[in-house]
Every structure is written in structure tokens, then in C-alpha cells.
């Protein structure tokens, strides 16, 4: 199988995101997706920004694949864009020839519409679980969006709750498990090492990947250099349980968002 998992920034660099995702679909059986928008609405009456209406744009790209939306904020407006405001969240895509056993959307920071339409950090942060049907054994798949502030993107104890929160409701999931997404964390945060503790595998770690967040985001953000935390290369991360069996693992550098896409191929150990 193979699944990717990207911030998507939401939509901003819009047709070279669509055309990775066209060439992407038919090898791929799961895509996980942060910074989604879901308003559905005529683009036309929004200013013909492709952004609100992200979601029904990847389902289009997608038409052998079943979308799953979780919202975190039904009034969220893109950096603060009011021609953008509408639901934001993550979302799934996972292949029609797999069969959905159970889906579950969890907050891991703040809660629904606790955002304040100013200051990002009052923004909930969600996660969305899917546990599909894979040749007969189960296999739970989780999106994670964490919380982007401080951003320093150490432990703070928000974020410590924020992974256990994680690790304790997968625990509850059937089968193996591949927990991935935008954790907005650096390597070395206590709150990335507890997935290790509790029995995930870090694939970039053992992977030895250099970056998440890509030479193109200095393209978008060149600004970033010279603020208080400089060009943070790390933010997304892909765990998984001892019966994947990695196939391949790649984080290739493609101008298609602020953050790289995480590719894994895998079987099961049986």
C-alpha cells in the first residue's frame, strides 16, 4: 500500500498541488491532508480564490477515492481573508476498494470554534482516524494537526497533552497503526519521543530525513530567516507500529506547499 501525507497550506500554491495530486492518485491508496478549507462555495463568489473550496477541488482530483472532512473551526478565515472563511480542518482520501470499518475525529488542542478570528494560537487543532480493511486485517490510519504555537515548536505542556492525547485514543484503534501529519514539533521535543516510548517507529528519524518543510518554503517565507527561530526544517512526522513492514520512505523536495509531502509505501508483517 501506499499512503501520502501532506499540509497542503491550504491550496495557496494551488495548480502545481493539483497536478502532484492527479499524478500521484493512482499509485497511492490513502492521501492524509492538513490545512484543508470546505466551505464549498462558488469560487466566483469569493473572490475566485481556489482556497475555500479546497476540498471539493482535491475530490475532483480524486474521484476513486472517498473524502473524509474534519473540521477544527466552521468560520476560520485564511490568513485572515474574509473571502476565505469557512470550514477549516483535515482530511482524508482513502481508495473506493477499501472498506472504511470505523472513522472517529478527536481535538487535540482547544476544542471546535475556539478560535478568536485574530491570533492563531486559539485555534483547535484536530485529528481524524480511519480504520480500513486491509486483506482481511485492519490497519488505523491518523492524521494529526498540531498546535503551530509557541513557535519555538518545543515541548510545552499543552503539547505533551497534545501527543498523549494522540498515542491514548490510537491505542484504542484495531490493528496496526500509521499516525502522520503537520505535529508543528523539532526532533528533539519530548513530544515527539513518546510516540517511540509507546512503541511507534519514527520514520524520519530512521530515515535520517533532513528536512519536512522543503526548499520552498524560503521561496514563500523569506522572511523566516532572519526571525527569532530562522528556517525550522522539521514540523511533520510519520510513526509507525511494529507490523508495518516499510517498503520505502521518502520526503522528496517538490514546490507544491510551505511543507514536503511524506511518502510511504508498506506491507503488513504477517
Do not use: W
Not at 501532506?6 to 498541488?17: A, I, R
Amino acid at each position: 500500500m501506499k499512503i501520502i501525507s501532506l499540509n497542503t497550506y491550504s491550496g495557496v500554491v494551488f495548480e502545481p498541488l493539483m497536478k502532484f495530486i492527479v499524478d500521484q492518485a493512482p499509485s497511492t491508496d490513502v492521501f492524509c491532508f492538513q490545512e484543508v478549507t470546505n466551505a464549498n462555495r462558488d469560487q466566483e463568489q469569493v473572490g475566485g480564490d481556489p482556497n475555500v473550496n479546497l476540498f471539493t477541488e482535491l475530490q475532483k482530483r480524486l474521484p476513486d477515492h472517498e473524502g473524509h472532512f474534519e473540521v477544527m473551526d466552521e468560520h476560520c478565515a485564511v490568513d485572515h481573508k474574509k473571502n476565505c472563511e469557512g470550514p477549516f480542518g483535515v482530511a482524508i482520501f482513502v481508495r473506493k476498494n477499501l472498506k472504511v470499518k470505523n472513522r472517529e475525529g478527536f481535538f487535540v488542542y482547544k476544542e471546535l470554534n475556539s478560535y478568536d478570528g485574530k491570533d492563531y494560537s486559539t485555534l483547535g487543532m484536530v485529528a481524524l482516524s480511519i480504520t480500513v480493511d486491509v486483506s482481511g486485517s485492519d490497519v488505523t490510519f491518523g492524521t494529526v494537526h498540531g498546535a503551530a504555537f509557541p513557535a519555538h515548536k518545543l515541548d510545552t505542556p499543552e503539547r505533551i497533552v497534545q501527543s498523549q492525547k494522540i498515542i491514548d485514543r490510537m491505542a484504542g484503534k484495531s490493528g496496526e497503526k500509521i499516525v502522520l501529519g503537520d505535529f508543528n514539533l523539532l526532533p528533539e521535543a519530548e513530544s515527539v519521543k513518546m510516540f517511540e516510548k509507546a512503541g511507534y517507529k519514527d520514520l524520519i528519524k530512521e530515515f535520517q530525513i533532513k528536512t519536512t518543510r522543503g526548499s520552498h518554503m524560503r521561496t514563500l517565507f523569506p522572511e523566516y530567516e532572519h526571525g527569532k527561530y530562522g528556517f525550522q526544517e522539521f514540523a511533520d512526522y510519520t510513526f509507525v507500529t511494529s507490523g508495518i513492514k516499510v517498503e520505502s520512505f521518502e520526503v522528496p523536495d517538490v514546490p507544491i506547499s510551505d511543507h514536503l509531502p511524506m511518502i510511504l509505501k508498506f506491507n503488513l508483517n504477517k
